[in-house]
């Protein structure tokens, strides 16, 4: 299991618009092979900073999802919103206390 973690800084004029196309992505990747979870964070320091953090079988899983439609409808739209580049991290899953049974 692979988690990834997306950072991003978001215009003042366009945090509302991003959270909502951000919003239709994720709940569009439920259905994908391999996808896991998903989580939108809002910084609570910096409002506009946003942080994504994916969970995904493979990072294979992940590529294939960057190549679907319902992503890529979004792309444009979403990198008009921040500010600068993104910043991804990849991290192997070592324990996932969620799924574990007591």
């Not at 950072?7 to 951000?22: H, K």
């Not at 990747?29 to 939108?40: C, E, T």
């Not at 999802?65 to 921040?82: C, K, N």
């Amino acid at each position: 299991m692979m988690t990834i973690i997306t950072r991003v800084v978001l215009r003042e004029e366009g945090a509302e618009q991003w959270d909502r196309a951000m919003h239709e992505r994720v709940a569009a990747a439920r259905d994908k092979p391999g996808w896991i979870s998903a989580q939108l964070l809002k910084g609570v320091d910096e409002p506009l900073e946003r942080a994504i953090v994916g969970v995904w079988e493979t990072r294979e899983d992940w590529s294939a999802w960057h190549h679907d439609e319902a992503f890529r409808s979004t792309r444009e739209e979403l990198a008009g919103l921040e500010v600068g580049q993104t910043d991804s991290t990849w991290f192997e899953v070592v324990q996932n206390t969620a799924t574990e049974e007591n």
